[in-house]
């Protein structure tokens, strides 16, 4: 009896322990308004850089309140709630951010603030998140510049390697004969990762061109996004491989910015708001370009389904900031 009492005892304490435990997670948190911002719309410079407010000049895109950024002040109460909490992204279209927190009461007290309209946790992590703290950097050093062929002249196709099929179904080499082959065009890449992009010999010429304008990972702040997931690495290949006879893409001379949403590791709500924050960004870099192939229908958590109407520009946060990006390109 006495051995059958201890091992209740220590059932209990393990169930208990559990309950107490922490379970790091990922949140959403949409803010009521953007009242009292310093930001203003008069001063435009102080929200877009300046390759953006001249498309936006060049294709009469009216600067509103959209673009002005979430308020400050409204993150800082947001996170006084918590020290360990980290802030790790932020949307001036849908007026929120996602935060990083090991407590397990964070939500309510986070809804209990004035300014929040709605909070929502997207991600339950099953061990603290690594890589937050410090954001990975990459430093662009010199002018823009675009190698030269001398076998890539007027009239004169490169050597596509195993890319020769599908440059020329779509009818790619005609644009690069007319000398189309993406000069002065800013492009952003949304995927998964670019695993080994910054040392294999196909992307070497962007590297050299300083042609890669600027790299970022939402995931995992801190980590470079050149050491995970290999579906960014394939993607950008058929866009920018530079590799007469190996493989060359069908943009190779465009500029780029890379940007890691996905998370390899889980499928959940909060790489659509990875999503957000990154189609967000390139619009206002200036990118006249968004390449994404990712779609969010199905989660790990079965209770976050998405229906095809959730997709069509007024459910998910994530098809509101494609609808918005959209609609900047038909007024264009």
Avoid at 45 to 67: C, G, K, N, T
Avoid at 208 to 226: A, H, K, M, Y
Avoid at 293 to 316: E, I, N, P, Q
Wanted: charged share 20%.
């Amino acid at each position: 009896m006495k051995k059958n009492t201890i091992f209740l005892f220590a059932v209990w304490m393990s169930l208990c322990f559990e309950v107490m435990a922490q379970h790091p997670a990922k949140y959403w948190v949409q803010f009521k308004d953007k009242a009292g911002s310093p930001y203003s719309l008069t001063r435009p410079a102080e929200l877009l850089s300046p390759q953006a407010l001249e498309l936006r000049q060049r294709y009469h895109i009216p600067m509103d309140e959209l673009d002005i950024p979430v308020n400050d002040s409204y993150i800082r109460q947001v996170l006084a709630l918590d020290d360990s909490m980290r802030l790790l992204t932020r949307s001036r279209w849908l007026n929120g951010i996602t935060v990083y927190s090991e407590r397990e009461d964070i939500q309510s007290l986070v809804e209990a603030l004035d300014c929040v309209a709605f909070v929502e946790r997207t991600v339950t992590l099953k061990s603290p998140e690594t890589d937050l703290s410090s954001p990975y950097t990459f430093d662009v050093s010199g002018d823009v510049a675009h190698t030269d062929f001398a076998n890539w002249g007027h009239r004169c196709d490169y050597d596509y390697g195993p890319a020769d099929l599908q440059v020329r179904m779509n009818g790619v080499q005609w644009l690069h004969r007319m000398g189309f082959r993406g000069e002065g065009m800013r492009m952003a890449v949304l995927d998964a990762g670019f695993l080994r992009v910054d040392t294999l010999h196909f992307f070497q010429n962007l590297f050299d061109d300083n042609r890669v304008l600027g790299v970022r990972n939402f995931v995992q702040p801190g980590r470079s996004p050149f050491h995970t997931g290999s579906h960014g690495t394939g993607v950008l290949s058929c866009i920018a491989a530079c590799s007469p006879g190996e493989m060359v893409g069908t943009a190779p001379m465009a500029q780029l910015y890379l940007f890691q949403t996905e998370d390899g590791r889980t499928e959940s709500k909060v790489e659509e708001d990875n999503w957000v924050a990154g189609i967000e960004l390139a619009d206002s870099l200036g990118c006249k370009v968004v390449n994404s192939s990712l779609g969010y229908t199905t989660f790990d958590d079965t209770t976050h389904v998405r229906s095809r109407a959730d997709l069509t520009g007024g459910g998910s946060r994530a098809s509101r900031a494609a609808a918005i990006a959209a609609a900047c390109s038909k007024t264009a």
